[in-house]
């Protein structure tokens, strides 16, 4: 079945249907189709799932795409990467957008300057080659990823260190500047004109020549970027220079102007080296990811250990890994214990616990076990696959602010030229000194630099979702990150994300009220009572029953046998205990059998009061029938997480107003909001009611989020501003949400607003930044102010000061919280 979308002629489209699944499918989106202006045939084929439409004009495919989904199918989209070389500022990667977007079938994208990678959003699989091709028309070079790694992958030839460049121009142009530093010690002496001309030469055409060769590209796609700027300033410098030294008497001042020239050059190259090393540092969680993907693994089959390669790898195999070693594949331990690092996949800083049915990660490092793993997941289908495609996303996406910085790129540089080109008149004119009016010009051109605009605000969302998912933070694309900065109101679900979603024994009372309980031998101790439950509970999966055996476990008591197990529906279990009949089950049942509950119906009530679920145990004589004995109850509750209450505080400190919604009972529901001082409560409510809730919590312009882990959130998930998701819940709440915390802590949600605060920080500061460079050094330049050497180490610095400073984000650590340990954690979703 082909999924390709193509342009038989400048008015025929074919687009690839998703959903259709009779000829009635096929009606509507004929007649939805149709509609659309300028469409004159439509014929939708349900065997192939194409529909073709011809149209008098040239109309957009994104209209089209609507109106199929107006009619409630899909057309089919792809996403692509491509790797441009060739860019230097904003205005390059502005360029490339527009290249990109002309293509027919295209409907968005996205090109980062700090990764170099442009994301590509199709209609259909349009060929790799036709993307390419519309990169280079605009200037630029472009290969895809894959290619580019099996390059890299290539055996290495000799190659010269990347900073070659600077130190071969910083020699040439030392001996030119040389003389102006000592002028300062009072010495005249300088090299000839000759000299200065072969020194500047080299610099001007062989090392500068990357400027000339990026500028025209840019003059033939009729636009503009830095390097057109480089070019032509310090062609200026060269050509004013070579002027003097040809013709006679144009030198009457004895003073050449090649140093300018060769030590602009030599400043923005070595600015562009400092930039590309700074960022390749931002790139680093991407590569620490990468990192932990193991090439090999042992796999058992047929009683036989073999080492494969990963991509050997298939469902269900049986992975042996040793101590020491990395895990290659998601999946479940089916023999072995041990301790497993997953630090680099949740943030989570201890070893933790793993036993057979456990889940494990790939990319975690085994402790000192032997574990056989079940595999489940392999290749790109594993948590750390995810982890990085989601990391790689956000980091490609652009952020709305980016906008802004698009916008003024698109006219920046023509507005430079426009700028340099009335400083040259304006001095040429008002005072005769073409030559000082050539100088400012060119001090003009080289300090308007766009390239610190481009860089703001990606490097600093490479660097603030890298550090975040160090920690266990996923930041899904570059909107949530800048969204989760303004967030004002948190919703939080109840069950597993504030509590840990599973009951334990919370109250454990026998009974006092027997007034012959001194003398009765069958009386009981609370520890009495809890082993009675237990060995009527031994082989139940209850939660309940889960609950008891936990808590007996725990304090290591024996409890003894139980016969004759009958579950009683809707009503408890009843079984053989030590010669007499054991019941253990709810309120209604204990009435239904006669039981008193006499005191400790009180405390029933006030334990209920506080969302509790109450169990009673009751006894009789296995020989002799007779009314049950009330023997004690049993309380069961869902406990708070250790970091929940912290994690609390620290968002109201941050003036966040935060609010808790739950399906349970408004009793549950006030006793854990007591215990975190939660005060909006919102209980027993269905999971649509729970998305009509964020939409109620959003009036009044509040940004709102939404922290959740189950199916039941998904709905309030999509509709609150941010969606912030445990990993420890489902995949659908996951693939809702905008942040995904990979440790079932709370903690994270606070540390993800504050580094999302932290990187809107950076991005303001650098497109600040950037914008002063270039708000007070244009005027300066143009006034006289500042010669082209300090303009070149001006522009060159901008550009490294911007990746630097969000290099700084590096330093953020989360603040610390208790972890959870190995009861409290909540079982892995498989």
């Not at 200026?236 to 006679?248: D, I, M, N, R, T």
């Not at 793993?354 to 289908?381: F, M, P």
């Not at 990606?458 to 909107?479: Q, S």
């Not at 900065?485 to 454990?508: E, M, S, W, Y």
């Amino acid at each position: 079945m082909s999924s390709t979308i193509s342009i038989t002629s400048l008015s025929e489209f074919q687009l690839p249907i998703e959903g259709m699944s009779c000829a009635s499918c096929v009606t509507h989106v004929e007649k939805a189709l149709a509609k659309v202006a300028g469409v004159k045939h439509v014929s939708v084929n349900l065997a192939t799932e194409l529909a073709t439409i011809s149209s008098d004009q040239t109309t957009a495919v994104a209209t089209l795409v609507a109106a199929v989904e107006k009619a409630g199918y899909q057309v089919k989209h792809r996403e692509i990467t491509l790797v441009i070389t060739g860019m230097s500022c904003a205005s390059c990667s502005g360029r490339v957008e527009k290249a990109l977007l002309k293509v027919a079938g295209v409907q968005a994208v996205s090109v980062n300057l700090a990764t170099e990678l442009a994301t590509i959003e199709t209609v259909g699989a349009i060929p790799a080659e036709q993307l390419i091709a519309a990169v280079v028309a605009a200037g630029y070079a472009a290969t895809l990823p894959a290619a580019q790694a099996s390059n890299a992958n290539a055996t290495p030839s000799p190659r010269w260190p990347s900073w070659w460049p600077v130190a071969v121009a910083a020699l040439l142009t030392i001996p030119l500047v040389l003389p102006m530093l000592l002028m300062v010690f009072g010495s005249e002496w300088q090299l000839s004109g000759w000299w200065q001309l072969a020194l500047a030469t080299p610099v001007q055409f062989w090392l500068g020549g990357r400027f000339y060769r990026a500028g025209w590209r840019a003059l033939k796609a009729r636009t503009g970027n830095m390097d057109l700027l480089v070019a032509l300033g310090t062609s200026a410098a060269f050509g004013l220079s070579l002027y003097q030294l040809f013709v006679p008497n144009a030198h009457a001042m004895g003073h050449f102007y090649f140093e300018a020239s060769a030590a602009v050059i030599t400043l923005v190259l070595l600015g562009k080296w400092l930039e590309t090393r700074a960022k390749r540092q931002t790139a680093d969680a991407i590569n620490a990811l990468n990192a932990l993907r193991p090439e090999h693994a042992t796999v058992r089959r047929d009683g036989i250990d073999h080492q494969v390669g990963i991509d050997a790898l298939r469902m269900h195999d049986i992975v042996v890994v040793s101590a020491g070693e990395r895990i290659a594949v998601d999946g479940k331990v089916l023999e072995g214990r041990s301790h497993v690092d997953e630090s680099m996949l949740t943030g989570e800083s201890l070893p933790v616990a793993k036993q057979q049915d456990d889940h494990v990660s790939a990319g975690a490092i085994n402790g000192e076990g032997l574990l056989l793993i079940n595999t489940t997941a392999t290749g790109a289908e594993t948590t750390l696959a995810r982890i990085i495609r989601m990391v790689e996303h956000a980091q490609a996406a652009k952020a709305p602010i980016q906008r802004l910085v698009d916008k003024v790129s698109a006219v920046f540089v023509p507005v430079v030229l426009l700028i340099a080109l009335l400083t040259l008149l304006g001095w040429g004119l008002a005072n005769g000194n073409w030559e000082q009016a050539i100088l400012n010009a060119v001090a003009v051109l080289v300090i308007a630099c766009p390239c610190a605009l481009g860089l703001a605000t990606p490097t600093a969302i490479m660097v603030g979702t890298g550090v975040a998912a160090r920690y266990g933070i996923l930041i899904k694309d570059a909107e949530a990150l800048e969204m989760a900065h303004r967030i004002n109101v948190i919703a939080f679900d109840k069950t597993g994300t504030l509590t840990i979603g599973q009951p334990t024994l919370v109250a454990c009372q026998a009974s006092a009220d027997d007034p012959n309980a001194e003398a009765d031998k069958n009386s009981l101790t609370d520890d009495g009572l809890l082993a009675l439950a237990a060995a009527v509970q031994r082989n139940s999966e209850h939660p309940l029953a889960r609950a008891i055996i936990n808590a007996i476990t725990e304090k290591k008591c024996e409890f003894p046998f139980a016969t004759e197990v009958n579950t009683v529906a809707g009503r408890g279990i009843q079984a053989n205990v030590a010669q007499q009949i054991c019941y253990l089950g709810s309120s209604r049942w204990m009435r239904e059998l006669g039981a008193d509950l006499g005191l400790l119906a009180a405390r029933a009530l006030a334990l209920e009061a506080d969302g509790r679920t109450i169990s009673w145990l009751a006894t009789a004589p296995l020989e002799a029938a007779g009314t049950p004995v009330i023997r004690g109850l049993l309380a069961f509750g869902d406990s708070v997480k250790p970091s929940a209450k912290l994690v609390i505080e620290r968002l109201q400190q941050l003036s966040i107003r935060v609010a808790m919604l739950s399906g349970d009972n408004w009793g549950s529901a006030n006793a854990i909001g007591k215990q975190l001082n939660i005060a909006e409560i919102h209980a027993e409510i269905l999971p649509a009611d729970k998305a009509k809730t964020i939409n109620d919590l959003q009036k009044d312009g509040a940004t709102v989020a939404m922290v959740g882990d189950g199916i039941n959130d998904a709905p309030a998930l999509a509709a609150a501003d941010v969606g912030i998701a445990m990993s420890t819940g489902t995949d659908v709440a996951m693939h809702t949400a905008g942040i995904t915390l990979m440790r079932g802590d709370p903690a994270l949600v606070a540390d993800a607003i504050t580094i999302s605060r932290r990187t809107y920080h950076k991005i303001r500061q650098n497109l600040f930044w950037a914008f002063v460079y270039n708000v007070v050094g244009i005027p300066l330049a143009a006034l006289g102010f500042l010669n082209p050497v300090l303009a070149g180490a001006a522009m060159a610095f901008s550009s490294v000061s911007v990746v630097s400073n969000a290099l700084l984000l590096r330093r953020w650590k989360p603040e610390q919280t208790p972890p959870l340990n190995a009861s409290e954690r909540p079982p892995h979703a498989h």
